[in-house]
């Protein structure tokens, strides 16, 4: 299984980015996702997850309201739209693929991770 994930870039407070998770290798659309990320210094943490059918959502509380995922079976993609960006949400974003069905934040339950991407939230 590999996973690829893309979309990130420099953005000012405020703005927003889509960030794109493309996923092959077995039928990825069975699983959940979600996506995590590691500020410089922090543990990875998990920021959003979404259901095989897309039907459940998860967020950490930081980013309810702000971020949205979303998934596309059709293409194996998934993706977080991050609107309002804050300099705190700068990191390394990683989409991971669990080996569940259902939507979860428990890093354990991920076995397949995509390389990163850089998000930096700066004026």
């Known amino acids: 299984v590999q996973l690829q994930a893309f979309g990130g870039g420099l953005v000012q407070p405020g703005g927003s980015l889509r960030l794109s998770c493309a996923t092959s290798?077995?039928?990825?659309?069975?699983?959940?996702m979600g996506w995590f990320r590691q500020a410089p210094g922090k543990e990875r943490e998990a920021v959003a997850a979404?259901?095989?059918?897309?039907?459940?959502?998860y967020y950490l509380d930081s980013v309810k309201g702000r971020f949205t995922i979303s998934r596309d079976n059709a293409k194996n993609t998934v993706y977080l739209q991050m609107n309002s960006l804050k300099p705190e949400d700068t990191a390394v974003y990683y989409c991971?693929?669990?080996?569940?069905?259902?939507?979860?934040?428990?890093?354990?339950?991920?076995?397949?991770w995509g390389q990163g991407t850089q998000v930096t939230v700066s004026s």
């Open positions: 290798g077995r039928t990825s659309s069975r699983y959940g």
């Open positions: 979404i259901s095989w059918s897309g039907g459940s959502t």
């Open positions: 991971a693929e669990a080996r569940i069905t259902s939507a979860t934040m428990t890093m354990s339950l991920y076995d397949y």
